[in-house]
């Protein structure tokens, strides 16, 4: 019989709409064989339709009732987290107790030593000391988990070609989009997020530039091509205008997707207590190093030290919460571009231009992300209308371009055309494909 205990964890997780709060549950939370069994439908269910099933649905699958549960999902799976830890520690202490009675203290110790190295299964975050056998566990696990994996292992980006160099966007990683002022960073970033929620993931999106209204009106554009400054000033045809309430309601896919706003006076802790309470599988932030950081450094009141203390603590974020994390900045005036002319067309790197060095006040962001992309204007004719997006950094992938569309009427921002490091001292590209 499912314990109060597994039912809360079962109710939160459902609620959640989190695809990665499901993912990254243990089973070994789940100690008797309904509960097991429960959990391991709603993951099975997830996984496949990317929809979280309904109370009724969870009940006809599983045969157990959830709660209206009042906590953030944090709280419930702490409390599975101890339960099984009990339960694990109570069985090692009968067998411990044994041994001591039987007065042999080797048995006792080599009992006390497994169920150390066991309890590391029920920490509640990941540990910072991982010896060389358990690290060995988590490799061969990742890859029996990639080899599993038929599609993309990660949360799609939105664009095939950025997926394949990418594999998507994965735990841990702190993905950071560089660019001058009015190349589109924001759009970007609502494009990843679109994606990824489209896709059934769970998106938080922190704005520290725009209101709540202007970030969904240009949502809205995504989804339905509608250039959103035609949505606010009203400029719409009679029939588009009608249909405009049917349309809206076509986003409500069931998954959540979050926006804080606030200006300039938002912070790290800001962000961090929105994503324990909803626990997002995405987290984007636009414009991050406007955020305050955690903890203000004494007798400092260096901008460069406070964007580097937020992009840390953004970091910092992204491993605790095991969850990826997409900011913007800004590089500094020195990338401005210094090509006369579009050289992309006899097949040089058109964002060759553009370094990590140029990145505006820190080094700290190109050595704490896992991924660094550029975004520039395309040259004339075509500086309002495409834009380059290209990876400086990439794990331990290779580094690629594209260039896009970037045109509101109707929206379009789908790729034109793409290379990779390997394609600068190939022929020529085929202009006449990218018009």
């Known amino acids: 019989m499912a314990s109060q205990t597994a ?3 079962l109710s939160a997780l459902r609620r959640s709409g989190s695809t990665s709060a499901v993912r990254d549950t243990p089973e070994t939370y789940f100690i008797e064989p309904d509960e097991l069994a429960a959990f391991r439908w709603l993951k099975e269910h997830v996984t496949r339709h990317r929809t979280f099933p ?5 009940r006809r699958g599983t045969g157990i009732t959830t709660l209206q549960v009042a906590q953030p999902l944090a709280y419930y799976t702490d409390q599975a ?29 080599a009992h006390m030593r497994q169920t150390l190295l066991q309890s590391g299964t029920f920490n509640s ?8 056998s358990a690290g060995m566990e988590h490799v061969l696990a990742d890859f029996q988990e990639a080899h599993r994996t038929t599609g993309l292992r990660g949360i799609p980006t939105g664009y095939h070609y950025l997926d ?25 970033m609502l494009i990843f997020a679109y994606a990824a929620w489209r896709a059934g993931y769970n998106v938080l999106f922190v704005s520290m530039e725009l209101g709540a209204t202007q970030l969904f009106r240009r949502l809205f554009g995504i989804h339905t091509k509608i250039n959103p400054s035609m949505i606010r000033t009203g400029r719409l045809s009679t029939f588009i205008s009608n249909q405009m309430t049917e349309m809206a309601s076509t986003m409500d896919n069931g998954i959540p997707f979050n ?28 414009a991050g190093y406007l955020l305050k950081p955690t ?6 009141d260096g901008r460069r030290e406070a964007i580097s203390d937020t992009i840390e603590d953004l970091k910092r974020i992204t491993i605790e919460r095991r969850r990826p994390l997409i900011q913007s900045t800004q590089f500094n005036r020195s990338a401005e571009s210094v090509r006369t002319r579009d050289t992309s067309q006899n097949g040089a790197n058109p964002l060759s231009h553009l370094n990590m060095a140029k990145i505006g006040e820190t080094d700290v962001i190109g050595q704490s992300s896992s991924i660094v992309a550029a975004a520039a204007k395309a040259f004339a004719p075509y500086a309002d209308t495409r834009r380059w997006f290209g990876l ?18 109707p929206v379009n921002f789908d790729m034109i055309s793409a290379g990779s490091e390997e394609d600068d001292e190939a022929p020529p590209l085929d202009v006449s494909r990218m018009i």
Do not use: H
Not at 164 to 188: C, H, N, P, Q
């Open 7 to 9: 039912i809360n964890l």
């Open 54 to 58: 309904d109370p009724n649905m969870f």
């Open 81 to 109: 987290r101890l339960a099984a830890l009990y339960n694990a520690c109570m069985g090692a202490y009968e067998e411990m107790r044994n041994a001591l009675e039987r007065k042999d203290p080797d048995a006792f110790v």
């Open 125 to 132: 975050q990941s540990a910072d000391f991982v010896p060389l």
């Open 164 to 188: 394949e160099l990418t594999g998507g966007w994965f735990a841990d990683d702190l993905i950071s989009i560089v660019g001058r002022i009015g190349v589109g960073k924001t759009y970007l």
């Open 259 to 286: 926006v804080i706003v606030g200006g300039f006076k938002k912070s790290v802790e800001t962000v961090q207590a929105v994503a324990d309470a909803t626990d997002p599988d995405l987290i984007c932030v636009d």
């Open 295 to 300: 903890t203000k450094r004494k007798n400092s």
């Open 392 to 409: 400086m950094k990439n794990r331990e992938g290779t580094l690629g371009r594209m260039l896009l569309n970037y045109q509101f009427s």
